[in-house]
């Protein structure tokens, strides 16, 4: 009989290899006692309503009172959102964060009052208000809420737009429904001749596959479901487009892209540089595709071809402390006290570092203002992008140090937008420090394609998506059709300006348009793109010694929300209004690819 090796259940994880969360709370017991504090707490709402409007001090108390139960309701919701984390199935564990998801709505209801009755207050008396000394901590604060007023309707219309959530997730909805539950690809043979289910797991290994015939049988096989649905497809995107634009209109902005920019108050020119510099050096990532090509030594190149890597998989082997050393020593730029407080916390408490029945899947930093910021691995000591996913959580966790230490609550908690400048920030170090010490050609050649196809991903790919929804909200605008072939159309268009006129395109990969669940939250995508060039220009700065880079770098991390997003970068020394630094993401890139082509 075969042994299979099972996981360990939670229970038989050595406390080392766990997090500590006894910076939250010590135990259970103390959760529950902080709990229900808190949740007493939340009929001390209604004393504030009707009175924001009185004074600058009852509209500072109300705010104080609301930050300080939004702190106490953030360091709960953290230690349940953990705890559930570490085993799935644990129903104790499940329980505790449905109480706590349930106590966070009715204190959202309790406080519904306060946004309202702010934007109710006269200008001229709000103007006096922002003068006050009481209202000091809260100033930006309430000059970003006013922003909305003029995209804020009256409250019978603002319930009726609220009434309409449900309906409007149905596009979404449908679409997770078919794409994760009701396509069905069938079983195929793998490289081995086994034969095993295709499934969007199975599909990502397939491609790869160092054998062709089984990529693009995969690859063809896939998308033969996606042919088979295209019209229902065609009608959960264009709902979800519909109901972007429908939105923007009810709200008085001039379209969706405004509407999507303005919570992060970033002019369209961001997102018109990035595409326009992008679309400048595709001429880098056509060289790249035809150098795979030539390196693969394929007559012609289709897009199942552009997985498998074009050496084999480099064998490295990294205990967990030695990835914590590896990962030390790349930021090390960073300076002590950077370095010193992240190799105190994945040596120490912070990491919960292997699989365990029932854990969750893949990797996450979950920073709080009041506990540790911790992160959860699902470390293999053979995978080397388990080391670049430590390096990019770490970074993350370490913003989150940063900027809590700096910031006061109301102003810590930084955006999606500069998240992930932090994060691949030291994935840019680690890559840069690990091909430095590379020990002969061909470790550096797999460590650049590796780098090349990163940014090829993050940059180049979630553009040309940007580009895609942009285009057809566009359309949506102008009240054009929204049908199978004016998507395909649109997206055939865009597939063969980004891979270039020596690239074969698949009839199929047309219907990629329809898989792709980002375009369902319209207007994201940009923000990987713009983040990993930040990164990379940030990077260069400070490992060429540019004076003054570390400093500005460090206090980008210090900066939380307490700047728009564009001015903390404008602060480190990146101005994503102007196309610099995404040139400077892209030359890099074309270096490498150069580079790749004279060691291959």
């Not at 939670?10 to 080392?16: G, L």
């Not at 009929?43 to 409007?53: D, H, I, Q, T």
């Not at 180049?460 to 566009?474: D, G, N, S, V, Y």
Request: hydrophobic share 40%; with cysteine.
């Amino acid at each position: 009989m075969i042994r299979v090796k099972q996981l360990p259940k939670r229970s038989q994880v050595k406390p080392a290899d766990r997090w500590d969360l006894a910076s939250l709370f010590a135990d259970d017991a103390a959760w529950e006692k902080a709990f229900r504090r808190w949740e007493r707490r939340i009929p001390e709402y209604e004393k504030f309503r009707g009175k924001l409007a009185g004074s600058a001090a009852a509209l500072a108390a109300c705010l104080k009172f609301d930050v300080d139960m939004d702190r106490a309701g953030e360091r709960l919701g953290t230690y349940a959102f953990l705890k559930t984390a570490e085993d799935t199935a644990n129903s104790t564990y499940q329980g505790v964060q449905g109480r706590y998801h349930n106590a966070a709505s009715r204190a959202g209801q309790a406080a519904s009052f306060i946004r309202p009755e702010i934007m109710a207050i006269p200008a001229v008396k709000m103007k006096r208000f922002l003068a006050a000394k009481e209202l000091a901590p809260y100033k930006l604060l309430l000059t970003r809420l006013l922003r909305y007023k003029p995209h804020t309707l009256s409250d019978s219309e603002e319930k009726l737009l609220a009434m309409q959530s449900e309906m409007a997730s149905a596009a979404g909805q449908v679409f997770r429904q078919l794409n994760n539950a009701d396509l069905k690809f069938g079983p195929i043979k793998n490289d081995k001749g086994e034969m095993v289910e295709l499934s969007h797991a199975t599909f990502s290994a397939l491609l790869h596959s160092p054998r062709r015939d089984v990529r693009e049988a995969a690859f063809h096989q896939y998308y033969q479901q996606y042919a088979g649905h295209e019209n229902t497809l065609t009608a959960s995107l264009a709902g979800s487009i519909q109901r972007d634009v429908y939105y923007a209109r009810a709200r008085g902005f001039s379209g969706s892209l405004a509407a999507a920019l303005f919570p992060d108050n970033v002019p369209r020119a961001v997102y018109d540089n990035l595409i326009a510099a992008v679309r400048r050096h595709l001429p880098a990532l056509h060289h790249y595709y035809d150098l795979r090509r030539r390196k693969m030594k394929l007559k012609t190149i289709h897009h199942f071809d552009t997985y498998v890597p074009i050496l084999s998989e480099l064998e490295t082997r990294h205990t967990w402390n030695e990835a914590v050393k590896v990962v030390i020593r790349a930021i090390a730029p960073l300076g002590d006290e950077y370095c010193g407080v992240l190799e105190r916390g994945l040596m120490g408490r912070w990491c919960d570092r292997y699989e365990n029945q029932g854990k969750q899947s893949g990797a996450f930093s979950s920073g709080s203002y009041d506990g540790d910021p911790y992160i959860l691995m699902n470390f293999q000591p053979d995978v080397l992008d388990h080391v670049f996913t430590l390096a990019h959580e770490a970074g993350h966790s370490m913003h989150s140090h940063f900027s809590a230490k700096a910031q006061p609550f109301q102003y810590y908690n930084y955006t999606i937008f500069v998240a992930e400048v932090a994060s691949t920030f030291n994935e840019q170090l680690l890559s840069k420090h690990l091909m430095a010490a590379a020990r002969d050609d061909r470790e550096r050649a797999f460590l650049i394609n590796r780098e090349i196809d990163a940014i090829r991903g993050t940059i180049l790919r979630q553009t040309m998506f940007a580009e895609f929804e942009k285009i057809t909200h566009e359309m949506a605008e102008r009240n054009e059709p929204l049908t199978v072939e004016a998507f395909k159309a649109v997206y055939r268009d865009l597939l063969a300006a980004y891979f270039g006129p020596d690239f074969t395109l698949d009839a199929e990969l047309a219907l990629e348009c329809f898989r792709i669940p980002h375009f369902y939250h319209a207007f994201y995508v940009y923000k990987y793109a713009t983040g990993l060039s930040a990164a990379i220009a940030l990077s260069e700065r400070v490992a060429s010694g540019t004076n003054g880079a570390v400093r500005d770098y460090l206090r980008f991390l210090q900066g939380g929300c307490s700047k728009d997003p564009l001015d903390l970068l404008r602060d480190a020394g990146v101005d994503m209004e102007r196309p610099e630094p995404v040139d400077t993401a892209l030359a890099y890139f074309s270096r490498l690819v150069e580079e790749l082509d004279e060691l291959l």
